[in-house]
């Protein structure tokens, strides 16, 4: 048995580091003018109410009632919309409490892209297209265990990645970005037991990390010194670009760097 799961907020809303010039613009919705397009989404407008559509980077976008999804998809299928290319979710929980569910549909013979979109609140379902598109049925299940969307009338919804008795799902903006208590002991007491937890240590799900003062995990660079001998005071001096490179590049000082205040 492992230890219930204690859920930790939203893990995300603290990041590590932000960009504080960086401004998001939110793009341009334009209307249809594609004539191919635009017979496709009257048609799906004329049979499913409630849809909303519009351009966006040159490919149509269509909302409609999440409770409509399988109609409206068959419906664009029967229209040559024969191909689905993906199919996944958009974590909005934080900010508005929803999921965004897309497909992203493919017509070869009209050469046109077609990405329908539901949104759906936490813990609530979707109808599975699994018998539309066979390639839904991995992708619901790879949505299923990244973010917890259960899809209704799914052939075998469970999880793709993640073992079966995982806690969690680790896509959602929530999920903390190193893991949890849960993650840091899943291998070692699943393999050894709680037992052998003081001898193996928890595991390292950061790997990117590197601890300059670990003498025996890690290469020490700029610290060198035998393996498991005390750290020394003098540091090698860190370089970015070795020497005997391009001339278009120069050696960039680590103790020279300074933070702008505002962007030039």
């Given at each position: 048995?492992?230890?219930?799961y204690?859920?930790?907020?939203d893990?995300?809303?603290?990041?590590?580091?932000?960009?504080?010039?960086?401004?998001?613009k939110?793009i341009?919705?334009?209307?249809?003018?594609?004539p191919?397009?635009k017979?496709d989404?009257?048609?799906l407008?004329?049979?499913?109410?409630?849809?909303?559509?519009?351009?966006?980077?040159?490919?149509?976008?269509?909302?409609?009632?999440?409770?409509?999804?399988?109609a409206?998809?068959?419906?664009?299928?029967?229209?040559?919309?024969?191909?689905?290319?993906e199919l996944?979710a958009v974590?909005?929980?934080a900010?508005?409490?929803e999921?965004?569910?897309?497909?992203?549909?493919?017509?070869?013979?009209?050469?046109?892209?077609?990405?329908?979109?539901?949104?759906?609140?936490?813990?609530?379902t979707?109808?599975?297209?699994?018998?539309l598109w066979?390639?839904?049925n991995?992708s619901?299940?790879?949505?299923?265990?990244?973010?917890g969307?259960?899809?209704n009338?799914?052939?075998h919804l469970?999880?793709?990645?993640?073992?079966n008795?995982w806690a969690?799902?680790p896509?959602?903006r929530?999920?903390?970005l190193?893991?949890?208590?849960?993650?840091?002991?899943?291998?070692?007491?699943?393999?050894?037991?709680k037992?052998?937890?003081?001898?193996?240590g928890?595991?390292n799900?950061?790997?990117g990390?590197?601890?300059r003062?670990?003498?025996?995990?890690?290469?020490?660079?700029?610290?060198?010194?035998?393996?498991?001998?005390?750290?020394?005071?003098?540091?090698?001096?860190?370089?970015?670009?070795e020497k005997?490179?391009?001339?278009?590049?120069?050696?960039?000082?680590?103790?020279?760097q300074k933070a702008?205040?505002?962007?030039?």
């Open positions: 048995m492992f230890r219930p204690t859920p930790k907020g893990i995300q809303k603290k990041p590590y580091h932000s960009d504080r010039f960086y401004a998001p939110e341009a919705k334009e209307p249809i003018t594609d191919l397009v017979d989404l009257a048609k407008e004329a049979a499913i109410e409630g849809c909303n559509s519009f351009f966006m980077r040159n490919e149509a976008i269509v909302y409609v009632p999440a409770a409509k999804n399988k409206a998809l068959t419906l664009l299928q029967s229209l040559g919309y024969t191909q689905l290319m996944s974590d909005y929980l900010q508005r409490g999921f965004e569910i897309f497909y992203e549909l493919l017509s070869v013979e009209k050469s046109r892209r077609l990405r329908l979109k539901v949104i759906i609140k936490e813990k609530e979707v109808e599975s297209v699994a018998d066979r390639s839904a991995w619901e299940r790879e949505c299923y265990d990244m973010f969307v259960i899809f009338n799914h052939p469970c999880r793709i990645l993640m073992p008795d969690g799902h896509l959602l929530s999920y903390p190193q893991g949890d208590e849960f993650a840091r002991w899943y291998e070692v007491d699943k393999i050894y037991g037992e052998f937890r003081d001898k193996i928890p595991e799900r950061d790997a990390r590197i601890d003062g670990d003498t025996k995990k890690f290469a020490r660079l700029g610290y060198e010194v035998a393996y498991g001998a005390e750290p020394k005071d003098e540091v090698t001096p860190i370089k970015y670009v005997r490179t391009p001339i278009l590049y120069d050696d960039f000082d680590p103790l020279k702008l205040d505002k962007r030039k």
